[in-house]
Structures are given as C-alpha cells and as structure tokens.
C-alpha cells in the first residue's frame, strides 16, 4: 500500500446562491481552500454560473471565471425522465420563470454529474420549500445530496479526520515520512 492520497474523495456542485464573489463566507472560503489544496473537487453548473454573470455586478463573474463548471448536455432518456421528475418535486405545476428553471438544472446537474449539491435556496422564510425543503425527496427519488455549506465543511473535516488517521498508521506501519498535510487541513 502506497501513501494516502490527500484527496477526501468528495466532489462538490455549488449553487449560484454559494458563489461567495465577495469572500465574505467563511464556510465557503474553507472550502475553496480546500479544493485549491486538491483535498475536494468543487465545481459549478452552467446554469449556475450563467445566473452570476447575468447578475449584474462583474466582481461575482470574475471571481467564478476559474471554476470548473458542468456542461448542459441532455444525452439519454435517463436524463430527460431525471431532470423531469427533479422539475416535480421542486414546482409540482412546473417550473414558471428562468430562475425556477436555473433551479431544476443546478439540482440536476448534480444528480448528471455526481457530486453533492451545496446551496442555501430555501433556508428563508421568504423561500421556504426550494431544493433544500425538498432535500429528502430528491435523495430518495433519484440519489442527489444536498447539503449547506456548513454541513458540508463538517463532512469534510470528518474525512480529513478519518484520512490523517490512516496516514499516520501508514506511517507507522511502513516506516516512511508522514505526508506533510497531515494535521494541516
């Protein structure tokens, strides 16, 4: 057995609401350090990022004019029958304007691609109900996970956690130098 990687095994989708243009969210700079230190992968969907440049402002698109992003590719059925049934739990009576729309493909891009979708939509009381009220609909119908960025930091610190663990038996086990991000993400 090799060296552990620092990898955490974890893959992000940020929702347009977590794009932090301003730096002003500490949860989200964690892990944005986290993914530049190669410990996450986060990434952003297309619709997404269109949502930020259409916003008005220019720092919030340059500040995500790195960021890897999804592509909006319809391939299979499979796909059209996920997106639809995400449009039904998110807007039963379907989605009405652009932003409802945006909605359903970020929510869909993270079942498309994988990765767990961070966001803050339905946390207010103004927008009660959006994509995290429906959180447990959408992961018992199609397997998407969606977490808030704080719960998402607490995942990732329990994974950092488990991996410096396992290096440090490696350590012992194998005799070789402990990896120098042991103890430091």
Do not use: C
């Amino acid at each position: 057995m090799g060296m552990p990687p620092r990898f955490v095994g974890r893959g992000y989708m940020i929702d347009s609401n977590r794009a932090n243009a301003r730096g002003g969210l500490e949860t989200m700079n964690q892990l944005q350090r986290w993914a530049a230190d190669e410990v996450i992968e986060l990434m952003m969907s297309e619709p997404a990022r269109g949502e930020i440049a259409r916003g008005g402002s220019d720092a919030p698109a340059r500040r995500v004019d790195g960021q890897i992003f999804t592509m909006s590719l319809y391939t299979s059925a499979d796909e059209s029958r996920a997106k639809g049934l995400v449009e039904r739990i998110l807007f039963p009576d379907g989605a009405k304007n652009e932003n409802e729309r945006n909605d359903v493909e970020i929510v869909f891009h993270s079942w498309k691609y994988k990765r767990t979708l961070i966001t803050n939509d339905g946390s207010s009381g103004r927008q009660s109900g959006g994509i995290l009220g429906n959180r447990e609909r959408l992961r018992e119908a199609l397997g998407i996970r969606i977490l808030t960025d704080e719960e998402a930091v607490a995942e990732v610190r329990e994974r950092i956690k488990a991996r410096d663990e396992l290096a440090r038996w490696w350590h012992q086990q194998e005799g070789q130098p402990l990896p120098p991000w042991v103890g430091e993400d």
